[in-house]
Structure formats: structure tokens, C-alpha cells
């Protein structure tokens, strides 16, 4: 017990209690903000930086009783304060100019449209889908001031795809399979009573593929992620044999239109939002 208790004081103690607290605090703070807003990985390395030297100064301290300056860490304080305000409009900015470009699948619930209340109540809820169904791809785009789309990617087994088919079925316009006619002029007007308002089904999707050899390190400081047609490879996947349903369209001033698309062998279901207000 006197052990811990000397080993707590050392940590905490001075020179630098204060700033290996603060450091944890800030590195728990940055930890938690991360799984909402994916923070730049430099805020983590500077809070690091402040931790490894103010424990290297505590060493110094109590076991060679040598007082080392501490201007290296009041420098790497000064660092973040400058950093995150610029990180934080720099991330603002490039989310405005060139959209999110993300695979990060493990938060493809976040851009599930939970507040879209013009939805079925059941379909405002991301559990609805099935845990059987694996998010193996995620892409948000910003296409105007207004405008935003998502695109995600499932897959599963056959079973699971077509149980789930069936509870999309119940809230939705009737099912089109996907064909090249499809996209010719006029065709919308005459299929399915126009269930594709301003032509929004492509003839493609989008989805996002790991490249480990290209990860880069300086787009991780800046954005906390990696980013699409570096990292992440953009692939097109053809929706030809695809069937499509569409889960909700409203007309008017503010649109919002959600499709899912199911692959012909039932083992891919692809949900794509075009929407202007949440």
C-alpha cells in the first residue's frame, strides 16, 4: 500500500503533477470526443508529447533528484492550443469545399437518418437492421450547400438479405430490378409511377476499399482519418440486376429520398439516402 501510495505521489506530484493530470484528462477528453467526431491525430500526439515529458521530468526528479526545465512542455501546450482551433477550421473548411469522404463502418449508425420523421417510425431506427447484415463499406458526400448523400454497404447471407428484403417491401413503392432501359430518357415517367424523382439511382454505387500500402500519415494529423482516392479506394459497382425499392419520397421544397438496393444473389444490400434536411 505504501508502495502505491509513493508511486501515486511521484506521478502526481510536483514538478509535474499538474501537467501529467491535465495531459491524461485531455487524452480521455480526446478519446471520447473521438467516437462522435473523428478528432486530427495530431491533438494525440501533442497531448503524448506533454505526457512522455513530464514523466521523463518526475523521473529525473525522484530517483536522480536532477530538476530538468520545463519549457518543452509549456512549448507542446502552447502547440495545442494554437492547433486546435486551426485544426478544427480546417477540418470545417474541407468538409464544406470537398464533402466527407469516410469508410469508417464503425460508425455507419451516426448516419442513419434517426431525426427524419417524415420516415416510418421503425425505419428511424438503425437496429432495424439485422445483425446478420455487416457494414463493409460507408461514404457520406456533401454535393451542395444543401444537398447530401450517403451510401453504405451491407452484406450477409442469403437468408438474412431476403428476410429483410421483406420487412423493407411493407413501407416502401414496389420493387424495380435495375436495367440499362431503365436510365433511358422518358422511362421514369412510365416506371413505377416516377419512384425516381430528379434521376438519383445511378447506374453505379459507390464503395470504399482498404489500401494499407497507401496510408498517410500527415492527412491522419490533419483529419484523424483517411481519405478517399488515397487510402481508401473508390470503386464503382455496377446496380444493373440490382432491385430497388424506395422507402420514402416527399415532394416539395425539401425532398428526402432513401433507396435500398438488393444484389441479385441477395448476399448485398446497398442503402443510399439523397438528402437535403434531416
Not at 4 to 14: D, E, R, S, V
Not at 57 to 83: E, N
Not at 130 to 153: A, C, M, N, Q, W
Amino acid at each position: 500500500m505504501n508502495r502505491f501510495i509513493k508511486l501515486l505521489q511521484m506521478l502526481i506530484g510536483p514538478p509535474c503533477g499538474k501537467h501529467i493530470i491535465l495531459s491524461i484528462v485531455f487524452f480521455a477528453f480526446f478519446l471520447w470526443g473521438n467516437v462522435y467526431v473523428q478528432l486530427p491525430g495530431l491533438w494525440f500526439v501533442i497531448v503524448g508529447v506533454i505526457l512522455v515529458l513530464s514523466i521523463r521530468i518526475q523521473f529525473y526528479y525522484y530517483f536522480y533528484h536532477l530538476t530538468l526545465p520545463k519549457k518543452h512542455i509549456l512549448y507542446a501546450w502552447c502547440t495545442l492550443v494554437v492547433a486546435v482551433p486551426l485544426l478544427l477550421m480546417s477540418m470545417f473548411i474541407y468538409e464544406i469545399l470537398f464533402g466527407s469522404e469516410v469508410n469508417d463502418v464503425s460508425r455507419w449508425k451516426q448516419r442513419w437518418p434517426v431525426n427524419a420523421t417524415v420516415l416510418p417510425d421503425h425505419f428511424r431506427d438503425p437496429d432495424i437492421v439485422p445483425k446478420g447484415l455487416h457494414p463493409i463499406s460507408s461514404r457520406g458526400t456533401i454535393e451542395s450547400f444543401y444537398d447530401f448523400t450517403t451510401t453504405i454497404v451491407f452484406e450477409g447471407n442469403p437468408e438474412v438479405v431476403k428476410e429483410f428484403e421483406k420487412t423493407v417491401a411493407e413501407s416502401s413503392a414496389p420493387g424495380v430490378v435495375i436495367t440499362p432501359e431503365l436510365f433511358k430518357e422518358g422511362t421514369y415517367k412510365s416506371v413505377a409511377d416516377s419512384i425516381f424523382p430528379k434521376g438519383d439511382i445511378q447506374s453505379t454505387y459507390d464503395l470504399l476499399i482498404e489500401d494499407y500500402t497507401k496510408w498517410n500519415l500527415f492527412v491522419w494529423l490533419l483529419y484523424g482519418r483517411q481519405l478517399a482516392g488515397g487510402y481508401y479506394q473508390l470503386e464503382r459497382v455496377p446496380t444493373y440486376g440490382y432491385t430497388v425499392y424506395v422507402l420514402h419520397r416527399e415532394s416539395g421544397i425539401d425532398p428526402y429520398v432513401i433507396y435500398f438496393l438488393f444484389s441479385p444473389d441477395r448476399t448485398r444490400v446497398v442503402f443510399y439516402d439523397f438528402i437535403v434536411t434531416h
